[in-house]
């Protein structure tokens, strides 16, 4: 993964975390930076597991992955 990509969490993984989706601030190996995609002037940011994580769009992509 790399920076700025979209990602969400895996399904089932948390049913709170449904439908909300981040993108990637820094990559550290196994863990990553996330941000909450959000019109809040301070997005909460958090540190997520990258194998807890699906990408949903890379930066760069026209479309979003399904």
Do not use: H, W
Request: overall charge negative.
């Amino acid at each position: 993964m790399e920076v700025g990509t979209i990602v969400k969490f895996r399904d089932g993984l948390y049913p709170n975390e449904e439908g909300a989706f981040y993108r990637i601030v820094e990559d550290n190996g196994d863990r990553v930076f996330i941000e909450f995609i959000c019109n809040l002037r301070f997005p909460p940011q958090s540190v997520a597991r990258t194998k807890d994580l699906e990408v949903v769009k890379l930066p760069g992509d026209r479309e979003e992955r399904r």
